[in-house]
């Protein structure tokens, strides 16, 4: 949450600080030109409005596709998933050429996401396993609310638990729990496809 907006009053959800450590902040003396990743500031544009009549806030969120004309694939996205298929090739292999062509696609991708006065570092990770959390890292920064990639990127990445608290009031909350492998990580089959085809039967 973001105690900066109100020392009582917070929205029910918002970007984690988890998500937001993630973006590189790159510390500078001049405060007025920003050389770190640009996402954290581009994808994310929290907007905070307070409502008199039951005090309550709305955040915006920007970044990726906003659902307007359909869903459809990026560039960055393209290149992020040639990323991963080489790691784990580079895995499996141990094919260095893999891991460097791994590595080209993500700084291809990450050099376009800094101010063009700052000079883009290339990462260089040798180790395989290390590579492959950073990549999954990148793809956070990426897509941080663009459609069900973090969905989908979880159940690829074996359905882990999650747990959430959720804070509708102050001193007010719920914790939530999706155990690791849990039924809900499968998207239930719609009623009309069930209802076309006997042979179906609905998903736990």
């Keep these: 949450m973001y105690p900066g907006y109100s020392t009582t009053l917070h929205p029910p959800y918002a970007a984690s600080n988890e998500l937001l450590s993630l973006y590189d902040k790159a510390p500078q003396a001049d405060t007025s030109v920003y050389l770190g990743d640009l996402r954290s500031r581009i994808y994310i544009n929290i907007q905070a409005f307070l409502d008199f009549a039951t005090f309550t806030f709305d955040y915006k969120f920007l970044g990726g596709s906003d659902g307007v004309g359909g869903a459809g694939i990026r560039t960055a996205e393209v290149y992020l998933n040639r990323a991963e ?3 784990h090739q580079y895995l499996a292999s141990g094919n260095a050429a893999l891991r460097q062509a791994a590595l080209s696609d ?3 991708l990450r050099a376009n996401r800094y101010d063009s006065r ?6 260089a ?12 890292n990148e793809r956070r920064r990426e897509f941080p ?3 069900e990639h973090r969905w989908f990127d979880l159940r690829r990445y074996g359905m882990p638990q999650l747990t ?27 009623e009309v496809v069930l209802s076309r085809n006997a042979q ?5």
């Design 85 to 87: 298929a080489n790691i």
């Design 106 to 108: 993500i700084n291809t």
């Design 118 to 123: 700052k000079i883009y570092i290339p990462i």
């Design 125 to 136: 990770i040798t180790d395989g396993n290390e590579l492959l959390t950073f990549y999954k």
């Design 145 to 147: 609310f663009d459609g």
């Design 164 to 190: 959430h608290t959720y804070s509708e009031a102050p001193a007010s909350s719920q914790t939530f729990t999706l155990a690791k492998g849990d039924n809900r990580y499968t998207l239930p089959i719609p």
């Design 200 to 204: 179906l039967s609905q998903n736990p």
